[in-house]
T-cell receptor, first 112, second 118 residues
Framework: RKEVEQDPGPFNVPEGATVAFNCTYS??????FFWYRQDCRKEPKLLMS???SGNEDGRFTAQLNRASQYISLLIRDSKLSDSATYLC?????????????FGSGTRLQVQP | GAVVSQHPSWVICKSGTSVKIECRSL??????MFWYRQFPKQSLMLMAT?????????EQGVEKDKFLINHASLTLSTLTVTSAHPEDSSFYIC??????????????FGPGTRLTVL
């Protein structure tokens, strides 16, 4: 079983739609959680951290459920520029090392 | 946000040659740098973690004699792919780690280096 699992998509949605991505992680020792965005042939860029209380940044809302080991990302009012691959990322402190484990990503295509 | 650069951004080389990739943190000191590899349509896979002034820690399955990592200063880490072969063709990305105010680690990614081995 992969450490971080995501639905690969693609999710094809019209502009203005609301779309939700889910992610599960297998290691209960995971301590930090993030959503990254990666455009084609580019490096990943941090979209937002995810906190247990849930957090919102503009049109983006992230939720964490530690009991279910589940992370979600909600995008409201989708824009064409939101088209990208969204990576669920988990940070696990292991013997002092800070290692990020990436999901394989969910591809979003927003259509006009 | 903090900036990390990588050089070169892309490289094409012949099989059997060695390629060096540089990763620099431009406006912060990265005590830890990470090297990742990403094959097409796959997720980033951590190759190794390097701390300034000490030997890198390699992930399982990554050959340390093939992927030489040097982290000589707080702003520079290098990855050398020795005797490269076509199966080493990939997107190599580095990141530098910065301890945030809350103690949460933040990694800043370089733009990546696309390696093609003929």
């Amino acid at each position: 079983r992969k450490e971080v699992e995501q639905d690969p998509g693609p999710f094809n949605v019209p502009e203005g739609a609301t779309v939700a991505f889910n992610c599960t992680y297998s290691n209960s020792a995971s301590q930090s959680f993030f959503w990254y965005r990666q455009d084609c042939r580019k490096e990943p860029k941090l979209l937002m951290s995810v906190y247990s209380s849930g957090n919102e940044d503009g049109r983006f809302t992230a939720q964490l459920n530690r009991a279910s080991q589940y992370i979600s990302l909600l995008i409201r009012d989708s824009k064409l520029s939101d088209s990208a691959t969204y990576l669920c990322v988990v940070n696990k402190r292991d013997t002092g090392r800070r290692a990020l484990t990436f999901g394989s990503g969910t591809r979003l295509q927003v259509q006009p | 946000g903090a900036v990390v650069s990588q050089h070169p951004s892309w490289v094409i080389c012949k099989s059997g040659t060695s390629v060096k990739i540089e990763c620099r943190s431009l406006d912060f000191q990265a005590t830890t740098m990470f090297w990742y590899r990403q094959f097409p349509k796959q997720s980033l896979m951590l190759m190794a973690t390097s701390n300034e002034g000490s030997k890198a820690t390699y992930e399982q399955g990554v050959e340390k004699d093939k992927f030489l990592i040097n982290h000589a200063s707080l702003t520079l880490s290098t990855l050398t792919v020795t005797s490269a072969h076509p199966e080493d063709s990939s997107f190599y990305i580095c990141s530098g780690a910065s301890q945030g105010l809350t103690g949460t680690d933040t990694q800043y990614f370089g733009p990546g280096t696309r390696l093609t081995v003929l």
